[in-house]
Structures are given as C-alpha cells and as structure tokens.
C-alpha cells in the first residue's frame, strides 16, 4: 500500500481525516443524507467519500461551487492536490493541528 508523506497527514489512497475537520452542523446533513453529495461508505465512526477524477478546471471550480462547507471544499483540494481518490472521516482519528488549511471546529 502506498504512503504519501504530506506534512504529517497519512494518506493511503485516501485523504485520513477526523471528523472534527468539519463543522458539527455539515456532520448533522451527511448523517440525514442532506449533504450536497451522499459519502461512499457509512459507519457510527464516520464515512468515506469518492473523490471524482477530473480532468479540467472548470469541473474543479463547479464541484468547489456546489459545495456549501468551506472545510469540506478544503479537503477536497487536498485531495486533489495529492491525486488521493477518497476522503475519510473518523470520529477516532487524530486531528491535524498542524495542517494550516485544514479548520478544526470544537463540538
């Protein structure tokens, strides 16, 4: 299994966040299935998102446009940074303080 160094955040693939990367209101609309997009994968832990391919910027900047959480739209342009095709979040995992673009919110 491959791993990317990227400043301290373990990627396999996949973008390894904790939940507390997003805010508790975006946590409320994916565990309704309200959110913009519906996650890959569901658990009491977390969930996974499949991040699309694209091959443009125009498909980038209207995926950024539709999505309503800045935190989420952070990730996603990680995720796309680093060509890592999923995006998971635990509720047991690590916070990364030291990754500038990523907000941590307290709930």
Same mark, same amino acid.
């Given at each position: $299994?491959?791993?990317? +160094? ?5 990627? !396999?693939? $996949?973008? +390894?966040?904790?939940?507390? =990367? ?6 409320? #609309?994916? *565990?309704?299935? *309200?959110?913009?997009?519906? &996650? !890959? %994968? ?7 998102? #499949?991040?699309?391919?694209? =091959? ?7 995926? %950024?446009?539709?999505? &309503?959480? &800045? ?12 060509? %890592? ?5 635990? #509720?047991?995992?690590? &916070? =990364?303080?030291?990754? *500038? ?7």
């Amino acid at each position: $299994m491959a791993i990317l +160094d990227m400043n301290m955040i373990r990627a !396999y693939f $996949m973008l +390894d966040l904790s939940t507390a =990367h997003l805010p508790l209101e975006t946590v409320e #609309q994916i *565990e309704r299935g *309200e959110f913009y997009r519906d &996650p !890959y %994968l569901r658990s009491d832990y977390g969930f996974v998102f #499949q991040i699309n391919e694209y =091959h443009t910027l125009k498909e980038c900047e209207r995926e %950024l446009s539709e999505c &309503p959480c &800045p935190a989420f739209r952070a990730a996603l342009k990680i995720a796309w940074k680093y060509n %890592l095709r999923f995006i998971m979040y635990d #509720q047991d995992a690590e &916070p =990364h303080f030291d990754v *500038e673009e990523l907000p941590i919110y307290e709930w």
